[in-house]
């Protein structure tokens, strides 16, 4: 990361097939590359499109710094409501922010005040209240210094949880959970800006969200009306030869029977 400018990448495997996903922003356009075995896709987006803004993506960066793309100082800043609240654990302090009526940020301190936890919590038409939607628990933290020596504490470790809700006794709903270990991190440092640049083959089929507005090279492929015209085609035929097969055979058997009488 370099001011605005990013390069994200990620790696999974899915089904024994390796898989992968970059994404670079060079402050404007975001290009995405996805490479599923041999098969490749791209993207071509803006920020809105892309939601690179509106959505709390994980990466670094946003542990402790940010907060769907804002500063988190911006975001105290202009909490609507601010107020200091009982710890999840003892020695700890919780800020609860206000965004609006139906979003609230709490952030936890422990005793050396760094952040160990934030929650999410929303009020959206199908709650009843206001309950928790996530939760990102820090840990590990690490004494890291940059190119000029200056040290910063950071976290290695990070639980994202996300809850689908409670139950009727109020336990919540634990339905997916990310573990995000940091195994190397460098600060303030210098960054090429060729590594911004992310170049989508011409050949490889790509979804132009900015100026086409659908897909570039996108395989010609058989729509369900064409299937269901080929499904019915073979039906008719299908029945049509049983039945003369039918007819067929009972012409067959009439001519058996009088020849015998």
Known sequence: RSGAKERYEQEWRLADKPSKQIQVIDGTTVRTLIVRGDDLEGHLDSVETAHWHSSNRRHPWSLVFEYYGKP??????DGALREAIPGRERDRRRLGINQDAHHRLELEFDEQGRLVEK???RHLPRDREMRLYERHELDDYRMCKDHTGRVIYFPHKATFTHYAGPLS????????????????????IAIEDE???LQIPQDVRQYDAVHTKGWINRPVEVGPTTKTRISMFLTVNLL?????AMLAGFLYYRSRRRRTV
């Open 240 to 244: 049509l030869f049983v039945s003369l």
């Open 195 to 197: 590594v911004f640049v």
């Open 119 to 121: 929650a999410l919590l």
């Open 72 to 77: 988190l100082s911006q975001v105290i800043r």
């Open 169 to 188: 006794n109020g336990t919540l709903i634990d339905y997916v959970t990310y573990v995000m270990e940091i195994t190397r991190l460098e600060w303030n």
